[in-house]
């Protein structure tokens, strides 16, 4: 079996999987797989134990009994060891959407570099979690009663919340305040779609529109029964001229989605679509 095929399997398996059961790591590395099929998986699978190794051996150097330690030692490993850093100077490189590829470069996006931390922190046994935090992936650590939210693009920085008040208000705008949703884990599946949607938003605005599908599709084999994906693949099928398989992803949409809104437009767009098949 070649890397790509075994790539698309992982993916489908995924999308038929609880979210708790969807390994984080070996799905985002199969995602980067389908852009680089010539990739050796196994290369980065070992790359991931590494990390998991080393962030093990300098946790049980500097010790693992407070959130500050835990946090050091995947700095330490991660940050100054394989020098994993943002990428500030080429952020919307669609390498940096690529775990294969930022494991190559060593550097990428905030959601990429978290993976890799959220990894090898799981590994260890530590409750570690991506943040539901809007235009800047971020991570947050918890023992006990006790909580850490780090920025994975700054070298693992931790935030406050006047740090976080600040950030939200750059990207949101001055009325923009904090609230409980932006402290709430994401699911691994989420952690991947956002992934995969920072690709999708770069192929569309540079109106690479095939390409932009292709993404989509890879987004639904590991989230198959989200409404949403299927209607923005449709519409962007029917753009792009491919009427049957327009109405293939709209049909999924009606079967799917529970909103009456939703499903009276896109009744209305598949009578136009099959018409014009027809």
Known sequence: MSDLAEAQGILRRAGGR???????????L????????????????????????????A???????????????????????????????????????????VIDRRKGLPVALAILFI????????????????????????????????DPFDGLRPLGAHDLRQLLKAIEGADAELS??????LGNRAMLLRLQNNRKVRLLHDEHRELAVQTLEAMLMIAPAEPSLWHEAGLLHAHLGNLRAAV??????????????????????LKQLRSRIN
């Open 248 to 269: 293939l992803a709209l049909e999924q949409v009606m079967q799917l989605s529970h909103d009456p809104n939703s499903q009276r437009d896109v009744a209305h767009l």
């Open 180 to 185: 409980s949703e932006h402290y709430a884990p």
């Open 119 to 150: 990894h090898a922190g799981r590994a260890q046994g530590w409750q570690i979690d991506g943040l539901n935090f809007p235009g800047h992936f971020l991570i947050s650590m918890s023992l006990g009663g006790e909580r850490a939210v780090l």
């Open 30 to 57: 199969a995602l980067g797989a389908l852009d680089a099929p010539d990739a050796r998986l196994n290369r980065y699978r070992d790359h991931l134990g590494v990390l998991t190794r080393d962030v093990a051996e």
């Open 59 to 101: 946790a049980r150097t500097a010790g693992t009994d407070d959130l500050a330690a835990r946090a050091r030692a995947l700095a330490e490993v991660l940050v100054e060891r394989y020098g994993y850093q943002g990428d500030r100077e080429t952020y919307n490189d669609l390498q940096n959407a690529n775990l294969l590829r």
């Open 18 to 28: 609880p979210d708790r059961d969807v390994d984080l790591a070996e799905t985002a």
